[in-house]
């Protein structure tokens, strides 16, 4: 259940920047369901933000972490934040919230995120930034790396390489992808519906696919108290990206969204209006 390349998604007819479909307002937010290059249903939303007359303004793609989707409240809490910097659209990865199809863990969500980033290009963003958490982070990276197509990204509390277990939540999150009894916690606990099968072929890892993201702007910012990822692995990245690549290491964060603060979150809105383009 590899894949390689992203591929195209088919046109949405929701314009942000008129009237809608449904007959809203110009400026409005939109929420629509978008169907990717293999065929899913993927719920995204979007919302103006700061700047949203410009046509050609700034819009931020948000890719939730494993377990996440479009309406849980750490993702709406970095959708407000990071919407003082310009327009932001958030979605469910497959198997997530209200989307189609089952999680292949960080795989074929490169085509979910590509089927986002190019509904919003076609809603008239000429600046787009895709942020990342987590299993998001490694999505991001991915995406900018073997498709690429944005102009800057952010990778927040991602891991490096595929198989770690080195930490003991590493360890629970294998038992819930590998075993049915896990399976069966993430589709009823935690809303989330996992593919059954392993990768054949594995995919390209994060750090293998870093060094296809230049010249485009990259940002990795780690927790140096992530209990998931040890800081290994933003430092291999910040390796693999080179001079193009920078690398933050926050001293009092955690893991992904929910650990990050939101003076955190508005520093990372700053660096991607400043390099985005």
């Known amino acids: 259940m590899s894949t390689g390349r992203a591929g195209h998604v088919a046109r ?23 169907r990717t290059a293999d065929g899913v249903s993927i719920d ?57 199809g089952l999680s292949t863990v960080g795989d074929r969500e490169v085509l979910d995120l590509a089927a986002v980033v190019a509904w919003v290009r076609e809603l008239g963003h000429g600046r787009v930034a895709t942020v990342g958490f987590s299993m998001g982070g490694s999505v991001v990276l991915r995406h ?15 891991p490096a390489r595929w198989f770690y277990r080195g930490t003991a939540p590493m360890r629970r ?35 293998e696919a870093v060094p296809g993201i230049a010249p485009t702007p990259l940002l990795i910012v780690h927790g140096e108290r992530d209990g998931y990822f040890p800081l290994d692995h933003p430092r291999m990245l910040a390796e693999a990206a080179g001079d193009h690549g920078e690398l933050w290491l926050e001293p009092e964060m955690g893991h992904a969204e929910n650990a990050a603060p939101e003076e955190l979150l508005h520093r990372i809105g700053h660096w991607a209006a400043g390099r985005a383009g």
Request: glycine share 14%; hydrophobic share 40%; aromatic share 6%.
């Open 144 to 158: 900018a790396g073997l498709d690429g197509g944005t102009d800057a990204v952010v990778s927040v509390s991602a």
């Open 12 to 34: 949405s007819t929701h314009r942000p920047h008129a009237e809608t479909a449904d007959g809203s307002p110009a400026g409005a937010p939109v929420r629509t369901f978008l």
């Open 44 to 100: 995204a939303r979007y919302e103006p933000g700061a700047g949203a007359g410009d046509a050609g303004d700034l819009v931020f793609v948000v890719a939730h972490g494993f377990t996440g989707d479009a309406d849980r409240p750490h993702v709406r809490r970095v959708a407000a934040a990071l919407a003082r910097h310009g327009a932001v659209a958030t979605f469910s990865f497959r198997g997530h919230g209200a989307s189609g």
């Open 173 to 207: 999150l294998h038992w819930l992808v590998t075993r049915p009894a896990g399976r069966l916690v993430g589709r009823y606990g935690l809303r989330t519906r996992i593919h059954r099968r392993r990768w054949d072929p594995v995919p390209v890892s994060p750090v």
